[in-house]
């Protein structure tokens, strides 16, 4: 095959151009000249269908660069594959190893091989080789193969589609036994008697005494197997569950082999079978179990019990007849064996019961009340009788709840009413043949929780120190009795009061209050509901009594009257002293009002101060020096009058009241 690539250029007919020419092939070079023809070719001495592609060229010439439009090549066909194997020979269980080979073909390739097989469809393999143009595979050599064949062909994927080869040619290999189909016999025959030895034997012959076992199973459980042996005996007394499908199996290393023979073995006497007078019964009534063997009396019978620790015997015979108590609950089996065959029948229950006792009926939580508005949770309990036992709770004469427990069993009632008034009874009954029994009623209290706790006094608000107030505390719903309790408030609550009472209010004398419980007092009530309602605060003052506010009037307040009157009278008799030297002076009118005035002011200004306690002061009088004016001297005369200054001391040494000297001028 050639690829012609060919160059169209113009030109001067003495001018010689050198040609660049690149062929491709799906994109990669495969030729490379440099001519100065038209034309180059790219020569492929014998085509092979890796040769198919898209081929295209380039040509550079004077600088300048074309390339062709694309060429699809198709090569069909591949060459014939060359097959090869390992071996000639092989013995079963090992395996032939093939080669396959295409001369000449790229990868990647698919090599197909066939194992062929006398009228048997042929197995095949594939495998697929990036890099490589042969490729090797392995077939195990299977029991029953003995002449076998095999070929390989080859295939590639182009352009979307496969193009295959043609088959090799066929290499025959030849399949030994390395050991005969093994033989499985069964002793006395295929159809025993129960009670009878059954043997099984397996042999079989072998090439070569290498790595062989011998396998016997039944139901793919093996009985038993030996090996680098030719024979294997198994051997056992004959049951009906030996009867089934035995097989004998010989493997070495990949070769297996196997045969199959089925064994019947006829029962000798069937299952015995137990039968009770009765199954369910009283405590103290007499049992009798009965074991025999449908259409078959010659057995020897024994009667069992069957525990936790293993089965009982009772009785050697075919009948037992006993009285039996609650501890002869259990199963019961008898067993049957003739010829050394032993069978046991199926087990039969027993159940024996003891009666109830009468029922007690109590509340969970141990007193019989509830608070409203909770559920209430009853206890029913029997402390003798077989369980199971049924439980019946009844309110009233309604039925309420039906359990099935041991020994006990509750009952929850969410329906409390304030006015309740039914009692509660239960029943208890097993299969015991005495029937039921009944407890006795129970009547349950039902708690109403405090509502609306409020707090009162007498008086209210204010109350005389020494005086006796009564406090109420009191509750508008609550079942009886009723816990008060009374507090003030400091910086912790003070607990004042507490009493129980079969009433809706208490009430608290106390009988002399003093300045220390003025304060906030609330109270507390609470019942059997556990719940503590607080009542609103109220607040009380202590106050003065009548006769200390009279004893303050006589001894604060009359004293005090009594020293403002004396100062006033002293005052007017100082005012009438100092009116008189004033006159007798030769000086005007003037002079006297000013001293006046100004005596009179100075009192008015505060100079003046009554103690409390006047009576007894100590008086001090003191001399001073009164300037008056002259009027026949110019321009001042002054003169001297003597004015008693009263000061009294209160017992405490301050001062109560003064006069100081008063000078007095007057201008001419």
Known sequence: MSIICRADISKS???????????????????????????????????????????????????????????HVWVAGMTKPILTAEKKEVLEGEVVKLRCELPEEVPPLYFYFRKIKMNSTPKEKYVFEAYKNFSEVEFPVEEGDNILQFDCFGKRHVQREFDSSEHSNKTLVTVREPFIKPTLSVKPSNNITEGDRIQLECSTVVARMRDIEIILQKNKTILNSVRDEKVLKYSAVATPEDSGEYLCKVEQGRASKSTKVNVVVSELFPKPTLAASMNKLDENRELTLSCSVSGFRKANFSVLRRTSNGDVLLKTSRNLTMRVSVNDTGSYICKAEVKGIVKESKPVRINVYAPVSKPTLSVASGLPEVVLGKPLQLICRSAMGTPPITFTFYKGNEMKKTVINDTYATFLDENIRQNDRRGYRCDARNNHSSGVKTSNILNVTVVVPIRNASLGSIPYGEVEEGSEIAFLCSVKEGSWPIHFRIFRKTDRDVLVFEQSEHADRVMWRKGTMSRQDTGTYYCLASNRANVDVKSHPITISVILASWQKGVIVAFVLIPLAGA?????????????????????????????????????????????????????????YTEVEVSTLDPHKAPVQKGTETVYSEIRKANNGCVIARWESINAVENP
């Open 13 to 71: 007919t003495d001018f010689q151009l050198k040609h660049n020419f690149t062929i491709f092939k799906d994109g990669k070079l495969v030729f490379l000249t440099v001519s100065d023809e038209d034309d180059a070719r790219y020569e492929v001495p014998m085509a092979r269908s890796s040769d198919t592609g898209e081929y295209e060229c380039t040509v550079e010439a004077g600088g300048k660069t074309k390339s062709s439009n694309s060429l």
């Open 564 to 620: 403002v009157t004396l100062a006033l009278w002293w005052f007017l008799c100082k005012k009438k002293k100092a009116k008189g030297p004033s006159m007798e002076m030769s000086g005007p009118a003037l002079a006297t009002n000013s001293t006046s005035e100004k005596l009179t002011r100075q009192h008015n200004d505060g100079d003046y101060y009554s103690g409390p306690d006047l009576e007894g002061a100590e008086v001090e």
